[in-house]
């Protein structure tokens, strides 16, 4: 069945509440393959039905591209959806999907590291880079953490003189957190001073991307619940954009990327009244 590409990019997924943002109109059939493997990557799994509510194409159309993603090795299709093959190794070992460039994130949570001080009250997103970040904080003596992630609470939790808070939500073993509205309603009350936020993909005109529109509302209630906002970013991330927007990048004060972010982004950055920081 063809791509009804005349639907509207107002169409939502069933269930889909206020505070999301809208799904894109649809796709060609490449581009969308990999925004779904993105998601997926991002979730854990997926139903067929959300996905084409999501990108505005029909569930016959979703099926075979679930089922090209199962022949490449991707995904294992069930009835109704599919799943990461992934996922079971995944949250045996604790481990996270995406930990390309390991080196630079790195280096940016150990730069991030040095604005946090004993005794204070932060929010850590979850992924691979606010991993890095939390790291580096296992010797500092009674934080105040809230996070989404399960692996840092952990990490962090170990330490008696911490104490770590998290939400309720739905589990995404990619990620290893908990997200939806569940999650974000946590964080009604909650004010801390800084938070260190993470993303799929940054852009000057789309903004904060991100690969599935769970994470929204709890990202969006994590920076309403800080002072500051902190976004941990390798520098392969600027330029590139992913399914759905939290918003633009102005809503963080200060970036902290690494070295190959180019001189012309960092200068717009910076026209935005965003602190640049290179972890080298």
Not at 120 to 135: C, E, N, R, V, Y
Not at 142 to 160: F, H, K, S
Request: net charge neutral; glycine share 8%.
């Amino acid at each position: 069945m063809p791509d009804n590409a005349n639907q509207s990019a107002d169409r939502t997924r069933p269930g889909r509440r206020k505070g999301a943002e809208a799904p894109r109109v649809s796709l060609l059939a490449e581009p969308r393959r990999m925004k779904i493997l993105e998601w997926l990557q991002e979730e854990g799994s997926a139903r067929v039905r959300d996905l084409s509510a999501a990108f505005g194409v029909s569930e016959a159309t979703v099926r075979q591209d679930l089922e090209r993603l199962e022949l490449e090795g991707h995904v294992t299709r069930e009835h109704g959806g599919a799943f990461l093959k992934s996922v079971a190794q995944q949250v045996q070992s604790m481990s996270l999907q995406h930990m390309e460039n390991i080196d630079s994130k790195r280096r940016i949570g150990l730069l991030a590291a040095g604005m946090v001080h004993d005794y204070d009250s932060i929010i850590i997103d979850s992924g691979s880079t606010t991993t890095a970040l939390a790291d580096n904080l296992v010797a500092r003596q009674g934080l105040n953490v809230v996070t989404n992630a399960l692996n840092i609470a952990l990490l962090l939790g170990a330490n008696p003189t911490n104490t770590v808070h998290m939400p309720a939500g739905q589990f995404k073993a990619p990620t290893l957190s908990l997200s939806g509205e569940k999650s974000g309603e946590f964080f009604e009350g909650i004010f801390v001073e800084t938070l260190f936020l993470a993303t799929a993909g940054i852009s000057f005109e789309a903004g904060l991307t991100y690969p599935a529109l769970g994470d929204i509302y709890v990202k969006k209630a994590m920076i309403k619940a800080a002072s500051k906002v902190v976004l941990l970013a390798d520098s392969t991330k600027i330029g590139r954009t992913s399914f759905s927007s939290l918003g633009q990048v102005g809503l963080v004060h200060t970036l902290i990327t690494d070295a190959g972010i180019a001189d012309a982004d960092r200068a717009r950055f910076e026209a935005l009244g965003i602190v640049v920081m290179i972890a080298s």
